[in-house]
């Protein structure tokens, strides 16, 4: 098994609605996105071709975000942890068409000093 890692960037608004501090008021962000699989090395070499994981990101989670106001994207408060929860869930769907794959780990960093990590043995207690 080896784990690949992917790292994404984007840039996003929000504000936490009903929250009593500075982030109730509408600000942004240059987030980052670490991706880590894990797999077996296939016949080709491969875990799988990073050109086809960073599609499967784009496509699944980083085109929806980029430059966008979350609150109007997702249905949730668009708090670090609630966006990588909803990224799990949508990098395990995308990630159905290879069984071999494992979502790892991902970690969203929402400022150059402040993240939230989930892991596959997180995510599964």
């Given at each position: 098994m080896v784990a690949?890692?992917?790292?994404?960037t984007f840039e996003a608004a929000h504000c936490?609605?009903?929250?009593?501090?500075?982030c109730a008021h509408l600000h942004g962000h240059s987030y980052r996105l670490e991706v880590t699989v894990k797999g077996p090395v296939q016949a080709?070499?491969?875990?799988?071709?990073?050109?086809v994981l960073k599609t499967l990101v784009e496509?699944?989670?980083?085109n929806r975000v980029d430059h966008q106001?979350?609150?109007?994207v997702v249905s949730f408060v668009p708090?670090?942890?609630n966006l990588l929860l909803w990224f799990w869930?949508?990098?395990?769907?995308?990630?159905?068409?290879?069984p071999h794959l494992v979502l790892e780990r991902l970690v969203l960093w929402e400022t150059s000093n402040a993240r939230a990590e989930?892991?596959?043995?997180m995510e599964s207690r």
């Open positions: 690949l890692t992917y790292i994404f936490l609605e009903g929250y009593a501090g500075d080709d070499g491969m875990v799988i071709d990073f050109a496509e699944s989670i980083i106001y979350l609150n109007e708090t670090c942890e869930k949508e990098l395990g769907a995308a990630l159905k068409p290879y989930i892991t596959r043995e």
